[in-house]
């Protein structure tokens, strides 16, 4: 007779929990946004200036419980540029100054302004194309009841993912071999997701990010660890770091 009494509180605990959380994103994410306006319009001046365009590109996305937004990026790419959705390493669609901007993930700093929107969280699982979304439809019911991030453990553990993407078929080898691993740390973070964990994948994005280290995500329970180099002699852990890397959002 007290199952519902429990469902109850652990319905008020998970409301309370989102609510802190929407709460830190909105104090964290305007924060930042006050901080970085500067160098945010110098990198607009910047990117008008090594070619003609937009400073911002905005792309179609699938946020929370199903609904589309414009996720807001830095553009990258020449603005006439055409092609498919994912760009690899070498894309030539890239300006000079948008390569850069992708290879150090500056590219994503705009999405700051999706968080203070409350289309995305800092945190979160990677909000996706809707084309991609419509492959995993079934996957993504669980995936889609907490806000997409601009961090996460899918974003962590794919950070160079660019560097590996099979430049002859960037699509067809992100939906048959990166997607799927992708989809199932992103239900595993829907699913178990705290503020603890939050903060453990933001101390860890700085590592992977900013530091250019290479992270582990444990499959089953979301551990970050940061990965070793495997000898010949070295036995293989319980931590298997991802086979391929983050996906760099195509413009």
Not at 118 to 133: A, C, I, K, N
Not at 174 to 199: E, F, H, N, W
Request: net charge positive.
């Amino acid at each position: 007779m007290s199952l519902p009494g429990a469902m109850t509180e652990r319905t008020l605990l998970g409301v309370i929990d989102d609510a802190v959380k929407r709460g830190l994103d909105i104090l964290a994410a305007s924060a930042l946004l006050l901080l970085l306006a500067i160098p945010i319009a110098l990198i607009v001046v910047l990117i008008r200036i090594d070619s003609p365009g937009p400073g911002f590109y905005r792309c179609r996305r699938i946020g929370f419980r199903g609904r589309e937004f414009m996720m807001l990026k830095f553009r990258k790419m020449h603005d006439d540029a055409e092609g498919p959705a994912l760009t690899t390493k070498s894309d030539e669609r890239f300006t000079r100054f948008g390569r850069f901007l992708a290879s150090s993930k500056l590219d994503e700093v705009p999405q700051l302004w999706n968080v203070v929107k409350g289309q995305m969280s800092l945190v979160g699982p990677r909000p996706e194309d809707p084309s991609f979304v419509e492959e995993w439809a079934e996957a993504y019911d669980t995936i889609l009841e907490v806000r997409p991030g601009v961090t996460g453990l899918s974003q962590i553990a794919f950070a160079k993912e660019s560097e590996i993407l099979d430049p002859e078929d960037s699509v067809g080898h992100y939906l048959t071999s990166i997607l799927p691993q992708k989809v199932r740390m992103d239900q595993l973070y829907a699913r178990r997701r705290t503020l603890l964990m939050d903060g453990r994948i933001l101390f860890w994005t700085v590592a992977a990010v900013l530091l250019r280290r290479d992270v582990a995500v444990h499959r089953e329970t979301g551990r970050l660890n940061m990965r070793r180099r495997r000898t010949s002699t070295q036995p293989v852990g319980s931590l298997q770091p991802a086979v391929v890397r983050q996906r760099v959002e195509g413009q």
